[in-house]
């Protein structure tokens, strides 16, 4: 897995955020838009509002910026490992596959997995970083 840096939640970018939020949440949203190989660290800079030295700041790489882009996806819906509290196994249960469900089926979901596994080829460690944040926690 690749060493990935220490960021605060994932979040649009606004007032209050910081700047590598800023380059998260713009590399997360063109990842998904136009994939891996067509998104360029400039197209990145650019939709963040910063400039490219910036960008190379806090990642590295575009590889470590796609891997840190997956890392928050997943950890930002790592409540959805525990069942609901209330009712009967059965009741709890539904609950769960329910919420799955609308998590896995939602566009931007959809889009960040096919770039996932259309990157894995090229670069297994960042499937290997979505399996073992996603789901291997979920398992």
């Known amino acids: 897995m690749l060493p990935l840096p220490e960021l605060q939640d994932h979040q649009p970018p606004g007032e209050a955020a910081g ?61 959805m490992v525990a069942l609901p509290g209330e009712g009967d196994l059965r ?11 609308d998590f896995i089926l939602r566009p931007d979901v959809v889009a960040i997995y096919r770039t996932i596994m259309a990157e894995a080829v090229r670069a297994p460690e960042l499937g290997m970083t979505f399996y073992e944040n996603g789901p291997l926690r979920l398992r």
């Open 91 to 101: 009741t709890r249960l539904l609950a769960f596959a329910d919420g799955f469900l």
């Open 19 to 79: 700047k590598p939020q800023a380059v998260l949440h713009a590399a997360g949203l063109l990842f998904a838009e136009k994939g891996y190989a067509a998104t360029s660290m400039d197209d990145i800079a650019r939709k963040a509002k910063v400039g490219k030295a910036t960008v190379y700041e806090h990642f590295q790489s575009k590889q470590e910026l796609f891997a840190t882009v997956v890392l928050h996806a997943c950890q930002g819906h790592g409540g």
